[in-house]
């Protein structure tokens, strides 16, 4: 694809359907050099003419906008015991999705190539032609390199990136990223007016992670690891992190500081709802405290209010550095709903600057649980065009 075709495919994927007219005031050319550029778009597949368009006057102009059976990309979010599969279409809209597949990633190359097994298994099964499937997005917890293709927490070897293993395996171009960052991503470019160019992205999961859009773009850091929020010294609780700090934000804000606080409360006699499933099988699980806030167990809600106030004194602090126009938080957590956000807003009036935040919006994600393979299939469309 030429440049100038790339332009129109970006003009298209940011303004919808457009005339011959508009691509030529856009992309500072002559109307031939557009309708030329198109034509060949349209012979290549990616474009399709849409119709016409209503005017003020004289002859109503053709539309073209992208054909949405150009080709497909395929996300995989990958969490802890299971992942989760999203199919876009060439127009980013989602066709398939299918959450909780069963799995546990582990670091060796027999457990990669079992996944890629099930991933084919998943996209035959949602009678999208594999020949068709253009790129696939993967994303994966903890520190991962895009651009090097190595993630930190899934190391197979020092001499194969994990990008090239999952390619060899799936046939097919692969890009991974980390998974607050592709949550980050589609909740970006799925926003429509909501959207905002300095936005932060909360993932409130068993861990606690974040990802940045600054000034449009997602950001990365230097060495690819930006994002760590969860790993921000802020607590003076004397709690060893999984990282091996003392004092991590993670160990007062996440998923795994929830469970182990009910936990606490559970030793200390108080009434759950919890308690026969901690009785029996000496611990609970995550999704135990989960299902017990939405079934509005005290405890539960006590718990997740308390993780609301401590991320709520984190997202201040965020703010007073960024100064971000909208905070999206997501993850598994937001099930908390208003028992969670109610302590973050409060939180965050207490401890940010009145000047910094007075224009911070902060919200819940609206992707939910598909917002990480969604952002993969995004993703690897826009590493497909060469957006990113």
């Known amino acids: 694809m030429t440049i100038p075709q790339k332009g129109i495919i970006d003009l298209c994927i940011k303004n919808g359907d457009c005339s011959i007219a508009d691509l030529s005031r856009e992309l500072s050319v ?66 398939f999705f299918i959450q ?55 190391f197979v070897s020092d001499d194969i990136p994990l990008k090239d293993i999952f390619q060899r395996e799936l046939g097919a171009p692969v890009s991974i990223e980390n998974d607050s960052r592709a949550m980050t991503y589609g909740e970006y470019v799925t926003g429509g007016r909501d959207a905002d160019s300095d936005m932060l992205f909360i993932n409130l999961s068993w861990g606690l992670g974040m990802g940045m859009i600054l000034d449009g773009q997602l950001y990365y850091g230097k060495s690819g690891f930006s994002g760590e929020f969860g790993h921000f010294p802020l607590l003076d609780n004397n709690i060893i992190c999984r990282c091996g700090k003392i004092g991590c934000l993670e160990t007062g804000a996440s998923g795994s500081a929830l469970t182990k606080w009910i936990v606490s409360r559970l030793k200390e006699g108080r009434r759950s709802s919890l308690f026969n499933i901690y009785n029996e099988k000496g611990d609970i699980t995550l999704q135990n405290v989960l299902d017990a806030i939405e079934d509005e167990d005290v405890l539960a809600i006590e718990g997740i209010g308390a993780i609301g106030e401590t991320l709520g004194r984190g997202i ?14 997501g993850g598994r957590l937001i099930v908390g709903k208003d028992y969670l956000m109610l302590p973050i807003r409060t939180a965050v009036n207490k401890f940010s600057l009145s000047k910094v935040s007075a224009d911070t919006k902060i919200r819940f994600s609206k992707l939910g649980r598909s917002a990480g393979a969604i952002g993969d299939c995004l993703l690897s469309r826009s590493k497909y065009l060469n957006q990113i």
């Open 30 to 95: 002559s109307v031939p050099t557009a309708t030329k550029l198109v034509s060949e778009l349209i012979s290549e597949g990616y474009l399709i003419e849409k119709g016409k368009v209503g005017t003020s006057g004289g002859r109503r102009p053709n539309t073209f906008g992208l054909n949405p059976e150009a080709g497909y990309f395929v996300g995989v979010d990958v969490a802890r015991q299971h992942f989760h599969i999203a199919i876009a279409d060439f127009t980013g809209t989602l066709k």
């Open 100 to 154: 909780d597949i069963s799995f546990v990633l582990e670091a060796n190359a027999d457990s990669f190539r079992t996944m890629c097994k099930k991933i084919k298994e998943v996209v035959a099964g949602s009678d999208i032609p594999w020949d068709k499937v253009l790129g696939i997005g993967i994303s994966l917890s903890g520190r991962v390199n895009p651009e090097m293709g190595f993630s930190l927490s899934y």
């Open 316 to 329: 201040a602090g965020l703010i007073n550095i960024f100064n971000p126009g909208l905070v999206v938080i």
